[in-house]
Every structure is written in structure tokens, then in C-alpha cells.
């Protein structure tokens, strides 16, 4: 810092004397922090999915007529009327709800269990006498194939969620996974039957309407997902009909 000097003459002699400024400056204070931004860790994403039966048809139909841009509020309605008429059917709804960012499910399931695995039929041989050589009786039965392997798989509907909101708070980045499980039947492999029962080996056969997807879409606005193919009556896709799959989202806030 130069301090500035103040030059006098005392007896023909030159004097400088220094002299301070009435104020110095003083250092600058830090600036007073920015509020932090909002944390949605607060909200809650509420998410319906529905699952909606009509023809194909109609189908084709609503999805030809002109619709705004912005959702799908308009064909959720028409829908809407055509169930309230009979001319539509709600096969399913489902609700979950999640926290920003974070990962959850819902179930209505039974568990189905089921053989995977067999063990091949065979004649039962015993020890001979003691003498340790396996003999075969004439009348001993046969067993029949043994199931040795198990698996599960849940029948009914799941839905797997993981909204996030966008800053604004008005959309919702959202990845879903919803799932309609049916056991339509079971396949033959082969026949067994014996004085004690019958031991076929069959294996299930299920009947699956899945959309595993990720969207955008506003808050508390109607979204059509995805369109199925429904099950007939013996199980096999029926291309006649169409599920349509729904989507909306709802923001709960749990501030106090």
C-alpha cells in the first residue's frame, strides 16, 4: 500500500512526514450463500397403470381420429365411454407409488411352482442272496419319472416403477415395467401310468402381457403406453382385440 508523504520546510531544512488516509479500505466479506435449490427427495410419485379390452376395430378406430399433441387426456376418455357402454372392457388396474429417483413394486401374484427336471422311470433291482449282484423281480412294478428341479413363477400382475421428476416439477421421467401373468394350459411330454397312478411329464404354459419401457410425461396427464394382444380362450394371442396400456402420474408432496 503507498502511503502518501507530506513534504515541510522548517529552517531551510525539507521534512517529510507521512501521513494516513482517514480510512483504509477494509478486505470485502464473502457473499452471503445461495439458497439450495429445492431436494424432491420430498415428493412422491404416484403412478396408475390401467389395462383397457376393446376390438380392434375400435382400436383402429380411435387411434385414426385426431387427438392434441400435448397427451392423452381426450383418448382416455373416449375409452372411458366406451367401458361405461359395454363396448370396452377393464381387464386391470394398477397403483404404485415412489419416492424421486427410487425403485418400487407392486404385486397381486400366486405362486405358481412347477417340475423343471426329471429323473428318467426305471425298475426297481434288488441284492441277490446277499451277495451283492442287483436281480430284477418279474413282479416288482416300474417307478415312473421322478421330478427332481423346481421353479416359481408368480401368476396375476406386477408393477415395477422408477420416477424421476424433472426440475420444474410438470414431468416425470419414468421407467415402468407392468406384467400380466395367466396359466392357460399345460403341454405333454409323456405318459405314464401304473397300477399306483399316472406320473405324466407336462410342463406349464403361460400367457404373459409385458411392457418393460421408459417415458416422459406430464404430471397428472393420461399417457397411452402401449397396445397388447390379449389371450383368447384357449390361451393363444387373440389378434382380433386390443389391450390398450394407460399410464398417469400423480405428485404427492408429504411436506408438513
Known sequence: MNIPLKRLLV???MIAIATLPHALPTPS???????????NDSRQIRVQVEFIELAHEQFTALMSAEHPAAN??????????LVANSKATIVESMLCTAKHGQTSKSESIEEF??????EPSQIPAHPNNGTGIMTIEPHDPAVGPTASAWETRNLGSTLEIQPSLSDDNKLVNL???????????NQLWSEWKDAHGTANVQTPTFYTLRLNTRVVTGV????????LSPKNKDGFPDFSRKVMVFVKCDVLSSAR
Open 11 to 13: 529552517g531551510g531544512v
Open 29 to 39: 466479506e464473502p457473499a452471503p450463500a445461495e439458497p439450495a435449490p429445492a431436494n
Open 72 to 81: 392423452d387426456g381426450t383418448l382416455r376418455k373416449q375409452v372411458g365411454e
Open 113 to 118: 411352482i412347477y417340475p423343471t427336471e426329471f
Open 175 to 185: 421407467r415402468l415395467v407392468p406384467e400380466l401373468v395367466y396359466h392357460v394350459g
Open 220 to 227: 397428472d396427464e393420461y399417457l397411452l403406453a402401449a397396445a
